[in-house]
C-alpha cells in the first residue's frame, strides 16, 4: 500500500527526520508511529482514575439507564432500591 503525503511541511519534517538518522523515509515513518503509538499506551495507563471513571460511566453505563430517570436527583431510597436493600436489610 502506498503513502501519499500531501503536505509539505510533512515531507520537509521526514526529510530532515531521514537525514538525521540516517533511515530511509519508510523505516523514518515505521519508528515514529511506533514511538508515538507507545507513548499514547503509556498515557492510557496512567490516566486520571476519575477521568476514567467518567468515560465509563458516560459510554457504558448512562446509557444502559431509562430515559426517564436520566438528570432527575436521586434519593437515599432510590440508592437503596438500586443496591437491593429494603426496610429488613438485604
Known amino acids: 500500500m502506498a503513502l501519499n ?3 509539505e511541511r510533512v515531507e520537509r ?3 530532515e527526520v531521514a ?3 540516517g533511515e530511509t523515509k519508510t523505516e ?4 515514529s508511529l511506533e514511538e508515538r503509538h507507545e507513548r499514547l499506551l503509556l498515557a492510557r495507563r496512567y490516566e486520571d482514575p476519575t477521568a476514567r471513571l ?3 460511566m458516560e459510554r457504558e453505563v ?3 439507564l431509562p430515559h426517564a430517570i ?15 436493600y429494603g426496610p429488613d436489610g438485604v
Do not use: E, N
Not at 523514518?28 to 519508528?31: D, E, G, Q, T, Y
Not at 436520566?70 to 437491593?84: E, M, Q, S, V, Y
Open 5 to 7: 503525503i500531501k503536505s
Open 19 to 21: 537525514a538525521m538518522t
Open 28 to 31: 523514518a515513518v515505521r519508528r
Open 62 to 64: 448512562w446509557p444502559t
Open 13 to 15: 519534517l521526514l526529510d
Open 70 to 84: 436520566l438528570g432527575r436527583p436521586h434519593t437515599k431510597g432510590d440508592d437503596d432500591a438500586l443496591l437491593g
Open 54 to 56: 467518567w468515560r465509563v
